[in-house]
């Protein structure tokens, strides 16, 4: 922008959280950074309009507001002004059918720059690149349509043997070798271990048990699920529901059609017990279900600390200033790309989540640079339960919807 005037304004597309919070903050730590006049468009429509209309040099926007700058600049017959776009988490523009993606393909031909940030291109398998590439390159390396990179790459794996409907495919013997091959001219890999001093981490697994009561009721239902869907193919939805219902319970409750049914305390005894053991250190806890949320705020309420849920920017300063003990944060929603390493080294997985992407940038809230203190990261496991087979897809680092399935099938079997 600066030094050889190839761009002139820069647009930066990111979650919410880190657009708000995180790049405002961090370009005033960097020496090359500090002088960029920075507009954040979040907000109402009103706030995003001003920040629209403000002069700077990089325009910050979350990543849900895209389609309606994309809207709001055609209605108002304004030119695309940005011709540099940054996207931060690349990964979010990996569904070609999302509003976000066509808003951005509509106005692609007018950005002359685009770079993509992500620490977990493919969360889901080779198929999430088709987009991601395209957005950038627009398909001059991995082809302009999804059936031709399908034809190419890939061949039918879990089906419908009935309707012939394709559940997932599988990548061929050498597609990922061509295909990293393709793009290998505007990506760069780099690891974090390779280039950066990061601190060293440890990863602790707490088996916690049922007693034979709570282990009837669990057995009972799995056996009623395995029945209900014995019959009929494997897909990813019938698995879902199956593995969601035996996780619920191996965290200790379960959603029922007349509410909540609790089924045991295990895993809040032994986070009681973690949370102890820290001695007074901030810590992180991570949990799947509202269910979970709400009985870990309630069992930590009643023994005397003042959890809080990270959902603000408010609570990332506060968390950061060391002014939280303990803080809850759902994998979902506030996984990607916050910078909270300053408040705390100790995260604890009260439920563990299938998502391969959701978990890895989970644990890299606390685990990357800049933290200071060795990084511990504690699994509660209820043993002999689904949690088992979760823990096992995410330390084979492969966890997909295949994994799901295939868990599914070993406990028909």
């Known amino acids: 922008m600066f030094d050889s005037f190839e761009v002139r304004k820069t647009l930066v597309i990111a979650p919410l959280r880190v657009a708000t919070s995180v790049w405002p903050t961090e370009k005033d730590k960097w020496d090359h950074t500090r002088f960029l006049r920075m507009s954040v468009m979040t907000g109402n429509v009103r706030c995003r309009i001003a920040a629209l209309n403000t002069a700077a040099d990089v325009y910050v926007i979350n990543r849900e507001n895209i389609k309606w700058l994309v809207d709001y600049l055609e209605k108002n017959s304004m030119p695309w002004p940005f011709d540099f776009v940054v996207i931060d988490e690349l990964s979010s523009f990996k569904n070609w059918k999302a509003q976000r993606f066509k808003a951005l393909k509509k106005v692609r031909p007018f950005i002359q720059r685009m770079v993509g940030l992500t620490g977990t ?37 879990a089906m419908n043997p009935y309707t012939g409907v394709v559940f997932d495919y ?50 009972e239902m799995k056996k009623e699920l395995v ?36 089924i045991h305390d295990r895993k809040l005894d032994m986070l009681e017990d973690l949370i102890e053991e820290a001695n007074g250190q901030s810590v992180l806890i991570a949990y799947w279900y509202q269910h979970d949320k709400e009985r870990i705020m309630e069992r930590l309420t009643h023994l005397g600390y003042k959890p809080r849920e990270m959902k603000s920017c408010k609570d990332i300063e506060d968390w950061n200033a060391g002014k939280i003990q303990i803080a809850l944060i759902s994998p979902a929603s506030a996984g990607h790309g916050l910078n909270i390493q300053q408040g705390g080294h100790i995260l604890i ?10 978990y890895a940038q989970t644990c890299a809230r606390l685990w990357r640079q800049g933290q200071k203190n060795v990084v511990t990261i504690h699994h509660i496991v209820c043993k002999g339960t689904v949690d088992a087979d979760v823990l096992a ?21």
Not at 125 to 148: N, P, S
Not at 194 to 203: A, G, N
Not at 406 to 413: F, R
């Open 227 to 262: 029945l209900a869907i014995g019959g009929e193919v494997i897909d990813a939805a019938n698995a879902a529901v199956l593995s969601g219902k035996l996780q619920q319970m191996a965290n200790g409750g379960l959603y029922a059609s007349d509410g909540f049914v609790k």
């Open 170 to 219: 599988v990548p061929l013997p050498s597609a990922e070798q061509k295909i990293y091959e393709r793009i290998s001219d505007i990506t760069i890999s780099m690891k974090s271990m390779d280039y950066l001093e990061m601190p060293e981490k440890i990863s602790v697994e707490h088996e916690v048990e049922m007693d034979s009561d709570e282990r009837a009721l669990y057995d």
């Open 393 to 413: 897809a995410l330390e084979s680092k492969s966890s997909t919807q295949q994994n799901l399935i295939d868990a599914v099938k070993a406990h028909l079997t």
């Open 121 to 157: 291109p493919v969360p889901k398998g080779l198929m999430d690149l088709w987009a991601e590439v395209g957005i950038i390159d627009q398909g001059k390396r991995l082809g302009r349509f999804i059936g031709k990179f399908r034809e190419t790459y890939f061949k039918p794996g």
């Open 349 to 358: 997985w009260y439920s563990l989540c299938w998502s391969l992407e959701m």
